[in-house]
């Protein structure tokens, strides 16, 4: 048996690895790699193998730096089984589709380089099209539901508690070389406990031979959770005090309706003025139906929060509205008293909520409230960083509205989480690898398990093969 590392290693994103056993070739993710434009879109063009080359794939969870390239390798000929949880399934439909469509209007970009180098134009790394044929080929699997989807190979999911339908992946391998069964662990992304919607990660108890493990926030702490909601609380009712609208950039998948479900928490205790909240986004809206047909897979809170409360959906209240058309979303503009506005994209790169900031930006009443990490050079990283000016669609727009951070909403673990889910195996694995991580989160995680007695820790490169 052989195990490759193709993508996310010594890096965050473009997860992909990939295991040779009994004469089959199996892929664990297929992740798109997020950089800079170009450099980004030779390393995807190319692909980790061709897609005729792989027989199975296994997908962690619906994020695009694990699922993105999927419809690529079918395009490339992959015509093999992927198995994933019902929910990363139907969060794929929304999110892959969307994706081809990025995928269709950055080729554009590209190829406008390209023709000025006299070069011929390429083709989009996919399109929307290609994206709903890959979704033939999914195999949705319950958590917990051993099953085999290879000779010799049996999978098992495990809650990863990292965004609805996450999950670890165990293979329990007969490797007909060796003679020898051989149990290996995928973390995937490794959740964080305690955080509402989602169950917590659920450790791999009994251990593994082999382990693959995620390191992103190696070395780092998040703040308390509860540290967030009083931060959300306090920043609400400040704009709501000055008369403001509150501007929320979110990504649309987990974190809109993470915010959603905190402000419907507040609401219902009478923390905040119940202003109107709008979501503005059509992934969001769609995204927010698949939660709602995955009950069976919300934590306690969200199960106590329904039966409590006589509300029959935890992400639609009596002050939520949805505004998935165009012309609902420009009838915002005309709105004057305080309201809240959810809207994507989260780095503030594109999507409607660059047409709410474009209006709402020169006011002091307002608030852009900033509820992830942002990437260097992104609009939403220069409001982090206080610009006075900044430019929407090429014009200048001069920051007046008052700028705050939300940390702490993450769905990493943070870097003890991450010790103490590996730590939680009963049979240490003979070997770790350490992925999906920059060089020092990779560092830090790789020597704490060292620290713990994890006999031998890899961090591969890109490339990196190992027998076993
Ligand atoms: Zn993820
Ligand atoms: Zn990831």
């Not at 099953?147 to 293979?171: E, K, N, Q, Y």
């Not at 939520?320 to 790169?349: D, H, K, Y």
């Not at 890109?462 to 076993?468: A, N, T």
Request: aromatic share 8%; net charge negative; proline share 5%.
């Amino acid at each position: 048996m052989k195990l490759t590392f193709s993508g996310a290693a010594r890096t965050v994103t473009g997860s992909q690895h990939i295991i040779d056993v009994n004469g089959r070739r199996l892929l664990l993710d297929c992740g798109l790699y997020q950089g800079k434009r170009k450099g980004a879109f030779e390393v995807n063009r190319k692909g980790p193998c061709k897609g005729s080359e792989i027989d199975v794939l296994v997908l962690s969870h619906a994020h695009i730096d694990h699922s993105g390239n999927i419809p690529c390798l079918v395009k490339n000929g992959f015509n093999g089984d992927i198995y994933s949880t019902s929910a990363t399934r139907d969060l794929c439909a929304i999110m892959l589709l969307d994706s081809g469509d990025i995928q269709e209007r950055d080729v554009g970009y590209v190829n406008k380089q390209r023709r000025k180098e006299g070069k011929e134009p390429f083709e989009p790394l996919y399109t929307k099209e290609d994206a709903a044929r890959a979704m033939e080929n999914f195999i949705g699997v319950g958590y917990r539901r051993r099953r085999t989807i290879a000779r010799g190979v049996d999978l098992t999911f495990v809650d990863a508690g990292h965004l609805l339908g996450s999950a670890h992946v165990v293979l329990d391998i007969s490797d007909e070389d060796t003679g020898k069964d051989v149990r290996l662990v995928f973390s995937g992304d490794i959740g964080r406990p305690g955080i509402p919607i989602l169950r917590d990660p659920e450790p791999v108890r009994d251990g593994a031979d082999l382990l693959i493990m995620e390191s992103t926030y190696g070395g780092r702490e998040h703040p308390p959770y509860p540290e967030m909601q009083k931060e959300l609380r306090r920043i609400v009712q400040e704009t709501y005090d000055r008369g403001g609208t509150l501007l929320i950039p979110a990504f649309a998948v987990g974190r809109t309706q993470q915010i959603v479900y905190e402000l419907h928490k507040l609401y219902d205790a009478d923390a905040i003025p119940k202003l109107p909240i709008y979501v503005d986004s059509p992934m969001a809206t769609r995204v927010t139906e698949v939660f709602r047909l995955h009950p069976d897979i919300y934590d306690a809170e969200i199960r106590d929060f329904l039966l409590r409360d006589d509300h029959d959906n935890p992400f639609g209240f009596g002050r939520l509205r949805f505004t998935p058309s165009v012309e609902q979303s420009m009838e915002l503009n005309a709105i004057r008293e305080p309201i809240i506005i959810i809207s994507s994209s989260g780095m503030l790169e594109g999507g409607r909520i660059l047409h709410h900031l474009r209006r709402r930006i020169h006011d002091s009443k307002n608030t852009i409230l900033i509820t992830g990490w942002q990437a260097p050079e992104t609009l939403g990283r220069k409001l982090v960083e206080g610009a006075d000016e900044v430019r929407i669609y090429g014009r200048p727009h001069t920051v007046r509205a008052k700028v705050e951070v939300l940390t702490g909403l993450s769905g990493h673990a943070d870097g003890p989480g991450l010790i103490e889910w590996a730590d939680s195996m009963k049979k240490k694995p003979a070997r770790t690898f350490v992925v999906h991580g920059e060089d020092g989160a990779a560092g830090v995680v790789a020597e704490d398990l060292r620290a713990r007695g994890f006999p031998e820790v890899f961090i591969p490169e890109r490339g990196d093969s190992f027998d076993f």
